[in-house]
Structures are given as structure tokens and as C-alpha cells.
């Protein structure tokens, strides 16, 4: 047996496997999650569940840091995510580890660079203000139902220059095929997942028929590296490859837009002091992506046995990074809990490592002009009901249901 990655740091506090199991289905509010992680840090930060056929749970930022940057230790070709569900072979580039991920993740690069993605802005706010516009008629709305879900689906579109119309129906198709993997229903979750397989298809026949700059469109990217002459890949892992954006692209930030919503109606004078200043609105981006990280499924699978946390894990049990939980880590980030926009400590919410998220520079923006206009359209909002989350594959709310806003009057 090899040592994990416990190095030379005090030995952190263990629980006998059993003594305080973690229980990823249990139901939850907007703030029980951090209150359950905040005990794991502290009591039993290496946790095993007994849902979804058993795994272990990494509750710490430098355990979470150590596996996501070791993939010769910790592969992610056996399963990327929690639970288990596969029926159509490995999707690149989370699936793969290097060096053969780098030949799938080279093409997303240069479409994603922000001198791209920076020509999508201008649209994108001009679709935030009409969707602000439209809720100072009402003076009541739902946050995450009528300005992230539409708005995320909106910046995937224009990313992907696909309809709006179809990545709506992604998203809806996506939900359910989430909610299906966590209720282990594979009859469903095989069908779902042929779906999106199928409109990731129609995807790559249209661009095919259609090309487009491969510098600035990902899947005239990914279609040119199919003709690389030194290392060419297949079409079939260009389709894998899209169909795996269909899933992860649009949950994050519709995910966080919600969770920062629902932070600034409770907190009024944040409000105001980023309406005066919005040139602090990228420090608050910054602080919504540590405290509300959207993902907390994936997982790696040890290659050997290994120790981490004084626990001992044996090779192929698989193990998830709750990185909501890495990231408000007290030994880490000084009053972890308290929103700073001084902060210098740096969040992991877009991962480490070479599986660090590509998009990350344009969803920084997405969820930068979604706050700037909410706010710069806005008096005042608070909470109008209950926050509706989301499932266990997803942290973030459903439903943010607001009262107000007014119409600025400096608008």
C-alpha cells in the first residue's frame, strides 16, 4: 500500500468507517449542505457513504487539491462523476487522463481564449437587460427560472452558435437526466442519454455541412483535429466530446447565478455598496464561486491502495471531491463562511489540475454582466419564498423567487 498525499501536514481528525457515514441524499435547504460539510471538516474529513454502491467523500481543500492534481494516483477513467451511470463509453476530455486528454482539450482552447469569447459580451448584455427589463413590469420574479436559466442557455448558444431555442431544451432534458441518475433509474437514464447523444450528432452533422472558424467555434475545432495528420481523433469522440459539454457547460452557472442571487437579497447593503461601486462586482464573482461552488460529483478511482486522512482506501473504491466544502476549508480561508472581496485566498470551484474547467474566463464574464445588470436594473430585491435546490449532481437553487425589484432611477 502507497500513502496517499498526507505529506507532512498535522494529522488531520478520522472517523472509523461507519462511526459518522455521509449521506448524499439527504434533503436539503439553501444553507444545510455547508452546515454538513462544515462537520465533516471537522469530524470526519475522509467520510465513506453507503449510497450509489458505496464511495468515499474528500471534505478537504488539500486532500481535494492533492487527488484532482495527481492523475497517476487517481485516474478518471473509470468514473469522473458520482454516481456511476455509463452506457456509452468514456466522454473526452473529462474521461481521459493525460497525455491522451491533451489531445481533446487542445481544440476547446483557442475558441475559448477571452479575446474570443470577450466579442460575445456586448449580446449577452443587451439579453440581461431585456430580462431585467421585464421583471420591473412584474416587481416579482423568479430568479433562476426566468433570468439564469434562460440567460445561462443564452451564453451557451452564442458560444456554440446553436439556437437558443435547442440549448433550453438541452437544459430541460439535462435536469431530468440528473435527477434520473441520482434515483439510479437506468432504464431513464440510458434514454436521456442517447437523446442528448443523438442532438450532439445533429450538432456535428450540421457543422460539418457548415464550418466555421476553428479559432472561435469549438466544434469546427474539434472537427479540424479529426484531420490532424501527426494525431488525428475520431468524429465519434467529437460527438462524446459534445455531448459531454451538453451536460457540464450550462449547469455551472446557471447553478451559481442562482446561489449569488439569493446572497445579495439576503444582504441588502451588499447590494447597494456593489450598485455603487461596480468595479467590485469581479471580487464578488470570485466570492460566490468559493461559497457556492456548483459541483461536487466528481470523483477518481485510486489505482492502488492508498492512505488519506489516516483512512484506508482500497484500490478502485471510487472517491468524490465536494469541493462546496474544499472551499470554505477554515485552515484555508480566514472566516471561510463571510463573503470578502478582499480576499486573497484563491478558490478551486472551476477544479485544479489538467481537468481544470477551459471555460473558466467566460463564465467569470456570463456571471459578471448577469450581476452587473441585475443590480444596475434594480433598487432593491429580497427574498419573496423558499429556495428550491437542486439535486445531489448540482449545488445551486432551482427556484429563487424575489420580491421587487423597481426600476433604477440613475438607469
Not at 440528473?178 to 456535428?204: G, P, T
Not at 450540421?206 to 488525428?232: F, G, I, Q, Y
Not at 468595479?279 to 457556492?292: G, K, M
Not at 489538467?354 to 464574464?365: G, L, S
Request: charged share 25%; aromatic share 8%.
Amino acid at each position: 500500500m502507497t500513502t496517499g498525499h498526507d505529506g507532512d501536514r498535522p494529522p488531520a481528525a478520522t472517523c472509523p468507517r461507519g462511526s459518522l457515514t455521509f449521506d448524499p441524499l439527504e434533503p436539503e435547504s439553501f444553507d444545510s449542505p455547508h452546515q454538513v460539510y462544515e462537520r465533516f471538516r471537522n469530524e470526519c474529513p475522509v467520510a465513506h457513504s453507503d449510497q450509489f454502491g458505496g464511495f468515499w467523500a474528500l471534505f478537504k481543500y488539500d486532500d481535494v487539491v492533492a487527488m484532482a492534481s495527481d492523475s497517476s494516483t487517481y485516474t478518471t477513467t473509470v468514473q469522473n462523476v458520482v454516481p456511476k451511470i455509463t452506457f456509452t463509453g468514456r466522454r473526452p476530455p473529462l474521461h481521459f487522463d493525460p497525455p491522451e486528454h491533451r489531445s481533446y482539450r487542445l481544440p476547446l482552447s483557442s475558441p475559448l481564449r477571452t479575446a474570443h469569447t470577450a466579442v460575445l459580451e456586448e449580446p449577452l448584455r443587451e439579453y440581461a437587460r431585456s430580462l431585467v427589463a421585464g421583471f420591473e413590469e412584474r416587481g416579482s420574479f423568479d430568479f433562476s427560472k426566468e433570468f439564469a436559466l434562460p440567460f445561462a442557455a443564452q451564453a451557451f448558444a452564442l458560444l456554440l452558435h446553436l439556437e437558443q431555442e435547442l440549448v433550453l431544451r438541452l437544459r430541460e432534458t439535462t435536469v431530468e437526466y440528473n435527477h434520473q441518475v441520482q434515483a439510479m433509474n437506468h432504464a431513464e437514464v440510458r434514454r436521456l442519454s442517447f437523446a442528448l447523444y443523438d442532438v450532439a450528432r445533429e450538432i456535428v452533422e450540421s457543422r460539418k455541412a457548415n464550418r466555421l472558424d476553428p479559432a472561435t467555434d469549438m466544434v469546427s475545432s474539434l472537427l479540424a483535429a479529426t484531420e490532424d495528420e501527426k494525431d488525428p481523433i475520431s468524429e465519434e469522440m467529437v460527438v462524446g466530446t459534445i455531448r459531454q459539454m451538453l451536460v457540464a457547460a450550462l449547469a455551472a452557472p446557471h447553478a451559481v447565478m442562482g446561489s449569488a442571487a439569493v446572497h445579495l437579497a439576503r444582504d441588502i447593503a451588499l447590494q447597494q455598496r456593489l450598485r455603487a461601486d461596480a468595479s467590485l462586482i469581479p471580487a464578488a464573482v470570485e466570492e460566490f464561486l468559493r461559497l457556492y461552488s456548483p459541483y461536487r460529483v466528481f470523483s477518481r478511482t485510486p489505482v492502488r491502495d492508498v492512505e488519506i486522512g489516516g483512512q484506508h482506501i482500497s484500490e478502485g473504491e471510487p472517491i468524490a471531491m465536494i469541493f462546496p466544502s474544499a472551499n470554505r476549508d477554515a485552515d484555508v480561508f480566514e472566516s471561510p463562511h463571510q463573503l470578502r472581496l478582499d480576499r486573497p485566498e484563491k478558490h478551486i470551484a472551476f477544479g485544479v489540475g489538467v481537468h481544470k474547467c477551459p471555460a473558466a474566463a467566460f463564465a467569470r464574464t456570463e456571471i459578471r454582466i448577469a450581476l452587473e445588470e441585475l443590480l444596475a436594473g434594480t433598487t432593491q430585491f429580497t427574498l419573496a419564498g423558499d429556495v428550491e435546490m437542486m439535486n445531489w449532481l448540482e449545488f445551486g437553487p432551482v427556484s429563487v423567487p424575489l420580491a421587487g425589484p423597481s426600476p433604477s432611477l440613475d438607469r
